[in-house]
């Protein structure tokens, strides 16, 4: 993982620390200080062999999902991987005592009662790809750093599209109370909400993204490159 920087200043090897998936510490003790949230990649890995890469996302348009009550759905095609739901993790279930209560995974057992979230078979591969954190974030996991960088970038994705939707279909069949016309009042509950998925699509869509991914990836790749925000010296 990068040591205490933005993962998106690495530049080299340097900002690089290697730490042991059993216990979350640095396998060199002169190690820099590094990410207090690292227990959330750790109990992952050490729970699920198959996944490969963790991503953690503090992403605004994701959060809202996690307090509202509101579940996050598959809203289009690129995010079939997020199946019939995405579970919630509320981490003041898992406190312990002596624990801060600032939402950070800071220790083993916080790390591993996040993981359990994403299904409980081990040495398989997780039932979810995604599960959200109250008022936090959500993290995704992938058997390569391509798999859940695309998984991170389309569950953003998918909140946005889907909070369009939202307000969208709000605005459109939601009259205010009291002005209501006997049509609304019978509105079609096909209408109730947006039209997300179902358990098949996004079963396909999941395969689909699996062959089509690497020429979005390309393509972030080439932005990467092109921005003089990311230097690699290397
Ligand atoms: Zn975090």
Excluded: C
Aim: proline share 6%; aromatic share 8%.
């Amino acid at each position: 993982m990068s040591s205490f920087i933005a993962p998106a200043t690495v530049t080299s090897e340097r900002d690089l620390v290697e730490f042991s998936v059993a216990d979350g510490e640095p396998v060199d003790p002169r190690a820099p200080k590094g990410y207090s949230e690292r227990y959330i990649h750790s109990e992952i890995f050490k729970r699920y062999p198959a996944v490969q890469a963790v991503i953690h996302s503090h992403s605004d348009a994701v959060v809202p999902y996690s307090i509202s009550g509101v579940p996050l759905q598959a809203a289009f095609h690129m995010a079939g991987f997020l199946g019939d739901g995405v579970p919630v993790y509320d981490i003041a279930k898992f406190y312990r005592p002596q624990d801060k209560r600032d939402l950070l995974v800071r220790n083993i057992p916080l790390g591993e009662s996040l993981a359990v979230l994403f299904g409980s078979r081990l040495d398989a591969e997780p039932e979810h790809a995604a599960v959200l954190m109250r008022g936090h974030g959500f993290t995704v996991q992938g058997s390569s750093i391509m798999d859940a960088v695309m998984r991170a970038v389309y569950t953003q994705q998918n909140a946005l599209i889907q909070t369009t939707a939202l307000l969208t279909h709000s605005a459109h069949f939601r009259a205010p109370l009291g002005e209501q016309s006997q049509d609304d009042q019978d509105m079609d509950p096909e209408s109730s909400e947006p039209t997300y998925l179902t358990k098949e699509e996004a079963a396909d869509a999941t395969e689909m993204t699996l062959w089509s991914g690497g020429r979005p990836w390309r393509l972030w790749l080439r932005e990467v490159e092109s921005q003089s925000l990311y230097v690699n010296m290397a």
